[in-house]
DNA sequence: ATCGTTCATAAGAGTTGACTTATATAAGCG
DNA sequence: CGCTTATATAAGTCAACTCTTATGAACGAT
């Protein structure tokens, strides 16, 4: 299936999961905002959903005729963690000690740039299945 | 241009920024380790830097005939931005709090799922330049 | 039961994007 | 200066993505 950052690659979805952040919205209500911001057809607004259902990023409920979407943190989860080691970049020390803290991870040592005596290799392996070992697949797509 | 998540979506360039992110290398060295996890070529990895490059991942400095990488965190910080409304749905809100000092926010109201009541609209502007107010183009494209 | 909603799926077209091979530019070196 | 190394660009191919229109299925109301 696809990444996470596949699916976020997508103006229109990210704009749902926006709609969505605030709670609830039917098909129907997501389609009105979209269709009047990006002037797309309803099936374009469906197929949107349907990937973001597939992709863990949405649940949906069934209310009568209607369906509910709201959002699945999950996946954006994954994101942010991925996003981890780059905080380094642009928060102070200070910073990062607090949301460490905030985090309440258990892991020690900062992510900062070019630590370069530092040989940690993949201590977190939390994040991503993202490097493969070895040459994957000559279609070069996404690894599971 | 392109948006930062866009950039993100490729598996290829997401592991370039990893590899990045322990420090500068140069454009053979990147291009070693991703031709051996991914199997491609040589220009195709030059390629992946280049949008790096045009989309602001990535700077470069010479070194005689060589060309050294660098992450350039500002495109990422836009993506953590951007993930910061969803940060409510996985933190509680003592976690919350604690990021919030931490990040020294000034803007008041956290980022919770389902605040109905909240007619928040557009309140922080610092985000994302995302939802036209009106149907762009029929040509849905990303507006810079 | 029939008709209007609400929403999803099917099929096809156009565009974008990520590779490939071939080649160009520039530096390092004998 | 010629040759090798380091890196970028050009051109072309192929696959994937996102639309479109047409249609199907389920619910609600008359």
């Known amino acids: 299936m696809v990444h996470a950052f596949?699916?976020?690659g997508d103006p229109v979805r990210r704009?749902?999961?926006e709609l969505l952040a605030d709670g609830e919205l039917s098909s129907g209500e997501v389609t009105t905002v979209i269709r009047r911001e990006y002037g797309?057809?309803?099936p374009a607004v469906s197929q949107?959903?349907?990937v973001l259902?597939?992709?863990g990023f949405a649940t949906v409920r069934a209310d009568?005729?209607?369906r509910l979407y709201a959002v699945d943190p999950t996946p954006l989860r994954e994101v942010d963690v991925w996003l981890e080691r780059f905080r380094g970049f642009w928060e102070n020390r200070l910073d990062a000690l607090a949301t460490e803290l905030a985090r309440g991870r258990r892991r020690r040592r900062d992510p900062g740039p070019n630590s370069d005596s530092d040989t940690d290799s993949d201590t977190d392996t939390d994040t991503d299945p993202d490097p493969p070992a070895t040459p994957p697949a000559p279609t070069r797509d996404e690894q599971t």
Chains 1, 2 share one sequence.
């Open 6 to 8: 596949d699916v976020l």
């Open 15 to 17: 704009r749902i999961l």
């Open 40 to 42: 797309i057809s309803q």
């Open 48 to 50: 949107h959903l349907r």
């Open 53 to 55: 259902r597939d992709s």
């Open 64 to 66: 009568g005729a209607r």
